[in-house]
């Protein structure tokens, strides 16, 4: 049906713009409804809406569990009675019954590569694997060419300084910064921590990292900013080669992306707790 195509459309232009939703469908029916088998309806965070399921009551409680699965990246299905008066139906005269898929569409990765050398070369191969966009930025044009990462989604050839206030950043999910300088990755990553509010990662040494935080902390970036940055980045998975470090890197970023990296921590506060509750009782 035409409407569902539009629908279609519209989710294939919010997965290209790094923009999470839920989709929902009338999947089954029974009696007199008022939304058919196979309409959709796209549900954004904010509660916004594009198609119908049905209209009224119902529409607004498909909302409401479209927003709940955006929250909690999660798929599930519900069912409606439409007809007031019986147990736990909606308020409506209909007197048939929906079934809704309310499934949660999680854009996939788009990752600003910063600095094209050997590492985000490597990068950029790893995100062709898993179906991950991305993009490179990177002051020298050979590194930052169409002949070095022909599938990038956008090639950008500026100094940090001169790109990111202009530039439109909503589009990337995740910030790497992998330059070749010192001064360069020093001013890329204030230009990052205080335009780009997602996830940052900073590839460098312990004594980088403190002389780089120092530099940004006296042009006064807060703690909270800084905090948003991992460095070292990367899982510590002993990795060496420059495809060792980009796997690292990923994993760091599928972490994220999944929505591992809180888990696991509550996960190992649990188990520390758990640890030292028997020296408590010894006490």
């Known amino acids: 049906m035409e409407v569902s195509r539009k629908v279609m459309r519209r989710a294939a232009e919010l997965l290209d713009a790094g923009v999470s939703f839920a989709l929902c469908t009338v999947v089954s029916t ?71 898929l309310v499934e949660y569409m999680g854009a996939v990765p788009h990752v600003l590569i910063c600095g094209g050398g050997h590492v985000g070369l490597e990068v950029a191969r790893l995100c062709d694997q898993l179906e991950y966009v991305h993009s490179v930025l990177d002051d020298r044009s050979e590194f930052a060419s169409r002949e070095r990462f022909p599938t990038a989604a956008g090639l950008y050839v500026a100094r940090p300084e001169a790109w990111f206030p202009d530039a439109d950043l909503a589009g990337y999910s995740h910030l790497l910064l992998l330059g070749y300088s010192y001064k360069v ?40 900013a800084l905090g948003r940055v991992e460095a070292p980045l990367g899982l510590a998975i002993g990795a060496e080669s420059p495809a060792e470090i980009a796997v690292s890197i990923l994993g760091s970023i599928i972490k994220h992306h999944k929505g591992l990296a809180e888990a696991t921590h ?5 188990e520390d707790s758990e640890k030292v509750q028997p020296i408590r009782a010894q006490g």
Do not use: N, Y
């Open 30 to 100: 029974r009696g007199s409804v008022p939304g058919k088998t196979g309409a959709k309806m796209i549900v954004l965070r904010d509660g916004s809406q594009f198609g119908t399921v049905g209209g009224a009551g119902l529409e607004e409680k498909v909302k409401d569990l479209g927003r709940r699965a955006i929250a909690e990246r999660k798929t599930q299905t519900a069912r409606f009675e439409l007809m007031s008066g019986r147990p736990g139906a909606l308020d409506s005269l209909c007197g048939g019954a929906v079934e809704i």
């Open 185 to 224: 990755d020093t001013e890329g990553l204030h230009q990052a921590v205080t335009r780009f509010p997602g996830w940052i990662g900073l590839i460098c040494s312990k004594l980088k990292k403190r002389e780089m935080f120092a530099k940004l902390r006296e042009r006064g970036v807060d703690e909270a």
């Open 266 to 270: 509550a996960h190992e506060d649990a």
